[in-house]
């Protein structure tokens, strides 16, 4: 079901307060890229070992009070529809509301897992003025505070039940998603790689299935297809595309071994694009960009190369990702660009010898020693690659503290340098010997 946990609830009740306390500490740091806006809608939450991906509906709605209920409504159905888990929150401090109670009945009906977050109980009167929410029907009903985050730890402890743990398999097939805003060209793509019109959009207005799975064997390659485009029909509110298209991807990353991102050529890469792509960073997806619509460009010697830079630089630091230059109407490079993923989902999988990674990596290490910190100097000792489904790696030093993150960054440049790891996230870690 894609481990996403969706934060539903009329406005000012605190979801973003929430959301902030679930993801926020970790999401700060990517205000530092360019182009990354800070209204961030979704984010990376672990708890207990488990990950998964925290949706903030509210920062979807604008517009007029109408509006806002028609747009909070169709929220509430994609929600149930996307999510594996809801956190439906109301406010201690107002009581139950009409909208509370007809949300209420839509969540009630649907089939996911709810927990009633009863928000702003930081006092013990607060706490007797809660109790009225238990008239809504919710078994799982916690009482918290975000702003304090006092009873948030309870409430994870019974969401994270429901996420299921990553595992490390290798034997089943690579996953392969296309994702992107809409418009871009995702189902002339998909189109155009399975040979074959695909009919999404259903007859009834406001119709979902899930993202669509085709088994593609072709050329010697074989993989799943996930497939996210156009499944619904649009509907009469603009941010519901939105949120809905977002949903989609985001499930999309969570289901996939490699994002295929793609843009399109006239329009370049938007911020909404950098959300999802540091998405699919965080969660240790192979990811590959493909510039769509590129027959549409005028070209002279340099344009692609200077294309690519420019995308590049809006990456960094993590700019070591394939961009190809495709035209899905026209078939171009359609293919080249599935041989580029499938060598994404290698590097993504591969292993490299312990003895292998200390050879040379140590002889570097001491050509180019780390800083002194306080006029110590780390000393590392060792080199292994961790058992995770994604690489990672740990290097022994005698005092990790003392390694700076430009250190980090330089030990991943070798890494990426010498073994191939492109289009892959990769993480360093600093054990003590």
Known sequence: MGNIVAIVGRPNVGKSTLYNRLVGSRDAITDDFSGVTRDRKYGFCEWNGKRFTVVDTGGFVQGSEDVYEAAIRAQVRIAIEEAAVILFMVDAQTGVTDLDEEMAR???RGNKPVYLVVNKVDTHKHLMEGNEFWSLGFENTFFIASISGSGTGDL???????IEKEEYFETQLPKLAIIGRPNVGKSSLTNALLGEERNIVTATAGTTRDPIHAHYN????EFILIDTAGIRKKTKVEEDLEFYSVMRAIRAVEEADVCLLVLDATLGIESQDLNILRLAQKRHKGIVILVNKWDLMEKS???ARDYE????????PFDDVPVMFISALEKQRIFQAVEV???VYANRTRRVKTSDLNDILIPIIEATPPPSVHGRYPKFKYITQLPTHYPSFAFFVNNPNYVRDSYVQFLENQLRKHFNFTGVPIEVYMRSK
């Open 341 to 343: 993923a499938m060598d």
């Open 301 to 303: 010697t340099n344009t």
């Open 156 to 162: 994870l402890d019974a969401v994270v039940e429901h």
């Open 309 to 316: 830079r420019a995308i590049k630089s809006r990456l960094a």
């Open 106 to 108: 839509v969540l009630r």
């Open 218 to 221: 072709k050329f010697g390659k």
